[in-house]
């Protein structure tokens, strides 16, 4: 060995004699902060809105920092930006699986929740009324309000409630609205029965729901006009106790409706008929 060589060895050796150690290992402290730091560089893109990149980052925090917090918190921000890009059906899977995944986390998996039924409120077509004859549609709008409604029942004080409120509101309503639209159909065509079952349908699978969230005005006036093509139904039937019922439910409950006034022409012309 040639005398160079030599005096680097024995220093080496020296050195190791003296106490000298290898660099540490990372600290639990420091694989923590680095989750961070590549959570916040993830998080920029996110709030830049450039998606692509943001999940790239976010993907790739997962894979390094497996075990930290800001792995889960990638896992949500991954599904955050394919809802923000419209891409429903892959933010709702993936929102799925983290609620799978972290069942322990309540207040992620209530955020979670909360999106999978904002995800799925998104997907509704944007025009459901259509004739009794096609009605695949509906089925889009009734997971909705399933979803929805569970949320409201698991999560009634989360702090995603309210949004989710608003959102189950409008779902009611437009179901009940399609009810009615379809009753009309038949009532166009004369299925009278067919007519009153959707109506007794709306009013019975939807009412209470609708009254516990929609607006007031709103509620009342779709109860309200449920009842008048009920009661409109039953005269043409000539089923005068069920017409007086439906009109006199509008007159008595809600009055304060532009309904109420065709309801008490009903009743005023039920009794010139002397039934």
């Not at 943001?54 to 790739?60: D, L, S, V």
């Not at 004369?190 to 209470?208: E, F, N, P």
């Not at 009661?231 to 019922?245: P, V």
Request: proline share 3%; charged share 25%; with cysteine.
């Amino acid at each position: 060995m040639r005398p160079a060589a030599l005096l680097v060895c024995l220093a080496a050796l020296g050195a190791l004699s003296a106490g000298c150690e290898a660099p540490p290992a990372r600290t639990a402290l420091g694989y923590t902060e680095d989750a961070k730091r590549a959570y916040d560089d993830a998080m920029s893109e996110f709030n830049a809105h450039n998606w692509i990149d943001a999940q790239a980052k976010m993907r790739e925090l997962k894979r390094k920092y497996s075990y930290s917090k800001y792995a889960r918190q990638a896992e949500l921000r991954i599904a955050d930006a394919d809802l923000a890009q419209e891409k429903f059906g892959d933010a709702i899977r993936e929102y799925k699986e983290f609620v799978r995944a972290h069942r322990a986390d309540a207040e992620d998996i209530a955020y979670a929740r909360s999106k999978i039924a904002e995800a799925t409120f998104a997907e509704l077509p944007e025009s459901f009324l259509m004739p009794a004859s096609e009605e695949r549609d509906q089925a889009t709008v009734v997971d909705a309000y399933k979803e929805l409604r569970d949320f409201l029942g698991d999560y009634p004080n989360a702090k995603e409630t309210p949004h989710v409120r608003e959102m189950f509101a409008q779902v009611t309503a437009r179901l009940v609205r399609h009810e009615l639209y379809v009753a009309r159909f038949y009532l166009k065509v004369s299925y009278y029965d067919a007519a009153i079952a959707r109506v007794q349908y709306a009013l019975k699978t939807y009412g209470q729901a609708l009254s516990g969230v929609a607006a007031v005005t709103e509620a009342a006036e779709l109860q309200a006009e449920a009842l008048l093509l009920l009661g409109t139904t039953y005269l043409m039937k000539h089923k005068w106790d069920d017409a007086r019922i439906a009109f006199e439910a509008i007159r008595t409950r809600y009055g304060q409706t532009p309904y109420a006034v065709d309801a008490i022409n009903y009743l005023a012309y039920l009794k010139t008929l002397g039934v």
